[in-house]
Structures are given as structure tokens and as C-alpha cells.
């Protein structure tokens, strides 16, 4: 189908519509002229069928990012579809309240499928939240954060050449919901913005123009324990954000503008030095650009106030897992021509040993970058890592210029060379993130995002800078069988930056 997004041709496009996606009565809300399927409202604890109809003219699956469903549900390559096949999903919502995506997964074509319009919203509600009284109906805004590129015609371009394969497909126009110079017209008083990036590879740094800052109220997995003031947030593909946005001081015609603001550190240095970032794209990663603007144009006397308590939260430890002193390895591999997860590309049934966790278990993980494809001989950068906070002066001291302290050698240098910012997601159940260690990271560009990350909340996607390395805790509970881990740069995880866990 097609659909007016620019002045002049209309644009062609893949859409997930009500007729393929059909929930429950009443629980699909189409976002006015957009590509992008129908949000989906969901209950905690409904019960859920969805006829899903390939009408593409190649095989799909749907997955559901961020539900917690069992493994015969959550859209596994495997299952992909042929043209004109109907898969009939069932499931009940063990998710609390959260914004979650419904988007395809077939191995090697997820990235394309994405960008042609295949994506959406799954709102997902519950009884504590709904208690709290939050900004709701027209005061709550989702907004799905894309970039695009359009030919003369006005056609999508999407391309995977090396460039793309290095970094992700970046395009040079900012679409939000779907449409272009976003602009949405609030009353004076507090809104709830449901953010979503949606994009392929593109990473945000959010920030308002006029500095003011950001109060997060939830991430991936809901609401935090309480709110937190940022003076900008990082937000990776596959992340969602929960601000509390008051615009009850302001006047009316006062505007504000999202921005994403300058940041360094997430291409490698090899692609920078070689190539320039300007490569490719008008609208360089980590540069200085609007993403939507809000106006105020109405007078309102009553706003809600925010709740200094959002939600309870029981935080794990070390002593709920399973292996406290044996994390399993979530290694990331980086070389020119192929980004690996744990050295291997993705295929089906090819188990490792730690690959395979026992039913019930909460365990402890840890993401890393390794060092290229062989990574023999290598020790990783820094040993375990120096403390975040301590760790930045130790890198001062150290005068880290471009690579990692340790290994020298011309393979060491390579690694450093290749590393660059992945979002690391993982099916099932969300996760909780303990600790970020840094270690041969570039300071300037660590400095340029660390205020950045949303921690303390329940997280299924979290994006790793290099130099960085990523504890987290993660229950494999309710549902046996496979399910997938992988990088949510897509062209990453169609290269095959991808695996998955057998839960058995
Ligand atoms: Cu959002 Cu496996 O993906
Ligand atoms: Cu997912
Ligand atoms: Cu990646």
C-alpha cells in the first residue's frame, strides 16, 4: 500500500493492519496517517488471540519485544511464514504495565521488513498503574522514533552494502509516528510520553532544546521505583523511554523541541578515521537535530502533580542467581565484515553448553566486547573492569588515547578499532541492570553519554558503548524452549548477530 508522508508521490510501504493484526475487540487504535501498524491496548492478565496473515510476498513472523509469552508465541525465525499463511498467536499478558513493540523476525530480512513499515505499539496496562492516576487518553502521546531515507519518487531506499553492514542502515530524515517535522499541540499541564525508538540502527541522545531536563518515569519493562531527573537519555533501537513532560508553566505559543543532541563514541574508530562520519548521511549519528517539536496551545488550570512513588520494585542480587560467580558470557565480536554475539554467527540448533539454562533459574550475565572473531590470546581490556566512577580518572591517568590499555599487538588495536555501540536485547523475561564497567574506552567519547543510561528500572534492551562491560540479572522462568538473544542494530542481527537460549 501506499501513503502520503512527503509533499508530491505517495511513498510505498509494508503495513501491519487491522485486517493482518487482529486483537481483541477494541483494542486497536490506528496513529493518524502513519505506516505503522495500530497500537495494541493489552490488560495484565487478558487473554489474547491474534490472527497474524502474511500477505507479503515473502515469509514473516511477528514477535512481540518486551512480552514475557511462551516460546511457541514469541515469533522464532523458525516459524516464519510463508505468503498467505496465517499463524493464530494465544497468549495471556504476564507483562505489568509497559510499552512494548510488535515487529517481524525472520532471520536475515528483519532489518528490511522493519524499515518497509512493518512495526508497532503493544500498550500494556494494569491495576498499579492505573492507581497512580498518570496523564492518560489525549495527555498520553506515543511517539515511534524512525529514520528513512527517500529517493526522488519518494520511495524508501534501503540499502545493506559494507557501510551498512559495518554500522546499521542510517537514514537522513527523522520520521516520528510515521510522519515527518513531527509537531504535536499540547495543553498547559503535564503530559506522558510514551517514546519508542523504532528505528534500524539509529541511537538517540534525547534532550530538550532549552536544556530542561528529562524526568523518566519508566523504561523497556514499566514504571521506575520513582522518577528520575536526566539531563538527556540515550535511547538505542529496541529501547522505550517514559517521560513525564509538564508544560504547566508555560505559555501559550511557547514551544519546545526534542532534540537529539551531539554525542561520540558509538561508530567504531576505524569507520571515523577511514571514511569521516559524514559518509552516507546528511544527518551524521551522533550530530546535533530535531526530532519533534511541541507547541503549547491551550490554557489549562489543573495539571496532575507527578508521584514521588511510581512503583514497587524488588531489586535482585548476586545471592537470587544461580551463578554469582560464573556470569554467562554475552561476548561481543566486532571485525569489518561480520559483528558475532558469543564468536558465532546465528543458526538454528547450535547450542552451546551455557546456551542451555535450567527452567526457574535467575542468572547473572555479562555483556563484553571481545576482540574480532578469533579473540585467541587476548585478554579483555582492563581485566574486570574499573569502577565507573573511579575508572574515568584511571583512564585520564593512563593517557588511553584510541585503544584499550591492554594486549597492544596488532590484534588488540584491531578490537578497539572495530568497537562500536550495540543494543543487546533479549527475549523473554526483562532484566535488571547491576552494574557498567568501563575500561579502553575513548574518555571524551564515554563522557558524551554516560549521564545517558536509565539503570534502575526493568530493561529487555540495553545499549553497550564500547569499552563497556554490562552485569545484569535475568529470571528464565513459566515457559520451556528457545528463545532468541541478539544485537537490535538490525542489519547486526540479520548479519547474524544473533543466537538464542534454550530454556529447558
Ligand atoms: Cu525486537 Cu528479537 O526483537
Ligand atoms: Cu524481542
Ligand atoms: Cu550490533
Redesign the pocket.
Known amino acids: 500500500s501506499s501513503v502520503a508522508i512527503l509533499p508530491g508521490q505517495p511513498t510505498r510501504v509494508q503495513q501491519y493492519v487491522a485486517r493482518l493484526v487482529k486483537g481483541p475487540e477494541g483494542t486497536l487504535t490506528n496513529l493518524p496517517g502513519s505506516y505503522l501498524g495500530p497500537v495494541m491496548r493489552l490488560s495484565k492478565g487478558q487473554k489474547v488471540r491474534i490472527h497474524f496473515r502474511n500477505e507479503l510476498s515473502e515469509p514473516t513472523i511477528a ?1 512481540w ?2 512480552m514475557h509469552v511462551p516460546a511457541l508465541m514469541d ?1 522464532h525465525p523458525m516459524y516464519a511464514m510463508d505468503p498467505g499463511e496465517t499463524f493464530v498467536y494465544e497468549f495471556e499478558v504476564l507483562n505489568r504495565a509497559s510499552l512494548n ?1 510488535y ?1 517481524p ?1 525472520p532471520h536475515e530480512m ?1 532489518g528490511r521488513q522493519v524499515y518497509h513499515g512493518l512495526a508497532g505499539g503493544i500498550l500494556v496496562n494494569d491495576e498499579e498503574e492505573a492507581a497512580l492516576g498518570l496523564p492518560a487518553g489525549e495527555y498520553e502521546i506515543p511517539l515511534v522514533l524512525q529514520d528513512r531515507r527517500f529517493d526522488a519518487d519518494n520511495q524508501l531506499v534501503y540499502v545493506r552494502h559494507m557501510h551498512e553492514r559495518m554500522m546499521g542502515f542510517h537514514g537522513d530524515r527523522i520520521l516520528v509516528n510515521g510522519r515527518p517535522d513531527f509537531a504535536v499541540e499540547v495543553a498547559s499541564r503535564a503530559y506522558r510520553l510514551r517514546i519508542m525508538n523504532g528505528s534500524n540502527a539509529r541511537i538517540y541522545k534525547l534532550g530538550w532544546d532549552d536544556g530542561t531536563p528529562l524526568t523518566v518515569i519508566g523504561t523497556d519493562g514499566g514504571l521506575l521505583e520513582a522518577p528520575e531527573v536526566k539531563p538527556y537519555v540515550m535511547l538505542a533501537p ?1 529501547e522505550r523511554l517514559d517521560v513525564w513532560a509538564d508544560f504547566s508553566g508555560r505559555g501559550v505559543g511557547s514551544q519546545m523541541v526534542m532534540r537529539s543532541l551531539p554525542f561520540s563514541g558509538a561508530l567504531p574508530m576505524m569507520a571515523r578515521r577511514m571514511m569521516g562520519e559524514m559518509m552516507h548521511s546528511s544527518l551524521p549519528l551522533g550530530s546535533d537535530y530535531p526530532l519533534f517539536t511541541v507547541r503549547v496551545t491551550r490554557r489549562v488550570s489543573e495539571s496532575p502533580s507527578l508521584p514521588r512513588r511510581l512503583a514497587k520494585l524488588s531489586r535482585y542480587t548476586l545471592a537470587d542467581t544461580a551463578n554469582p560467580d560464573k556470569p554467562l558470557p554475552l561476548e561481543i565480536s566486532e571485525g569489518p565484515m561480520s559483528m558475532l554475539l558469543n564468536r558465532r554467527p546465528y543458526a538454528h540448533d547450535d547450542l552451546q553448553p551455557f546456551e542451555r539454562i535450567p527452567l526457574g533459574s535467575i542468572q547473572l550475565l555479562e555483556i563484553f566486547h571481545g576482540h574480532g572473531r578469533s579473540g585467541e590470546g587476548m585478554e579483555h581490556g582492563g581485566g574486570p573492569g574499573m569502577g565507573m566512577h573511579g575508572g574515568m580518572g584511571m583512564m585520564g591517568h593512563r593517557g588511553m588515547g584510541m585503544m584499550g590499555g591492554h594486549g597492544g599487538g596488532m590484534e588488540g588495536g584491531m578490537g578497539m578499532m572495530m568497537s562500536m555501540a550495540h543494543p543487546i ?1 533479549l ?1 523473554g523475561q526483562s532484566f535488571q541492570v547491576v552494574s557498567r564497567t568501563v575500561s579502553g574506552a575513548v574518555l571524551e567519547d564515554y563522557a558524551s553519554v554516560r549521564e545517558g543510561f536509565v539503570d534502575s528500572g526493568w530493561k529487555d ?1 540495553v545499549l553497550t558503548m564500547p569499552g563497556e562491560r554490562i552485569r545484569l540479572i535475568k529470571p528464565f522462568q513459566d515457559f520451556k524452549g528457545l528463545f ?1 538473544y ?1 544485537c ?1 542494530n538490525l542489519e547486526h ?1 540479520d548479519m547474524g548477530m ?1 543466537r538464542e537460549f534454550s530454556i529447558e
Do not use: F, K, N, Q
Open positions: 514477535h519485544h518486551g515469533g513493540i515487529h523476525h528483519t529496541g536485547h527475549h534492551t532468541m541478539h537490535h542481527e544473533m
